[in-house]
Antibody
Framework: EVQLEEFGGVVVQPGGSLRLSCAVS????????MHWVRQIPGKGLEWVSF????????YYADSVKGRFTISRDNIRKSLYLQMTDLRPEDTALYYC?????????????WGQGSQVTVSS | IQMTQSPSSLSASVGDSVTITCRAS??????LNWYQQKSGTAPKLLIY???NLQSGVPSRFSGSASWTNFTLTISGLQPDDFATYYC????????FGQGTKLEIK
């Protein structure tokens, strides 16, 4: 069974840093590109970042570029999001998601999300 | 790439057919996916590459494309279908539409 589980969400002060982790199981992690997507409670989905299978290609949303860093460890079957210079508008539920290698590049499996709250 | 989804909310009855539209600000070929999200849960993939039904998704869900306009149609609404729906483009990086909340009339 494919499973993704996020860890690391906490309350942090503005300007602070945080690292989210996503542990996966039930599939060959190194065969899939991965994403982070966030959602402010009661609001829509916002794509955050993408990393290819061997980390050779990385993309970020403009809203987080220069502040967030995505990475992965294929041996540990884990995805990470290092978040720095956090702002109140970064408060959201952060999901990790797997990208299918099919036309459209959809996200077929998602974790349950990890809540990040940026507040003083 | 901006994705404009409409309507933002929609009321319908069980058994109705509804259509949700997503317009891209530029060509995205068929790099358009649709998701369903219920309160308190992660999004669920319904349709990929504009018109391909994800495994396990009921056939009452369908998608179509015409240039930069994409539609999700639900034929014969079931109680389980009342949720929020999002489109997502993956042609140039990635972005989501604003969402459409489908409510029971």
């Amino acid at each position: 069974e494919v499973q993704l589980e996020e860890f690391g969400g906490v309350v942090v002060q503005p300007g602070g840093s945080l690292r989210l982790s996503c542990a996966v199981s039930g599939f060959s992690f190194d065969e899939y590109a991965m994403h982070w997507v966030r959602q402010i409670p009661g609001k829509g989905l916002e794509w955050v970042s993408f990393i290819s299978r061997e980390s050779e290609t990385i993309y970020y949303a403009d809203s987080v570029k220069g502040r967030f860093t995505i990475s992965r460890d294929n041996i540990r079957k884990s995805l990470y999001l290092q978040m720095t210079d956090l702002r109140p508008e970064d408060t959201a539920l952060y999901y990790c998601a797997r990208e299918m290698a099919v036309p459209g590049l959809p996200l077929d499996y998602w974790g349950q999300g990890s809540q990040v709250t940026v507040s003083s | 790439i901006q994705m404009t989804q409409s309507p933002s909310s929609l009321s319908a009855s069980v058994g109705d057919s509804v259509t949700i539209t997503c317009r891209a600000s530029q060509t995205i070929s068929r790099y358009l996916n649709w998701y369903q999200q219920k309160s308190g849960t992660a999004p669920k993939l319904l349709i990929y590459a504009a018109s391909n039904l994800q495994s396990g998704v009921p056939s009452r869900f369908s998608g179509s494309a015409s240039w930069t306009n994409f539609t999700l149609t639900i034929s014969g609404l079931q109680p389980d279908d009342f949720a929020t729906y999002y489109c997502q483009q993956s042609y140039k990086t990635y972005s989501f539409g604003q969402g459409t909340k489908l409510e029971i009339k």
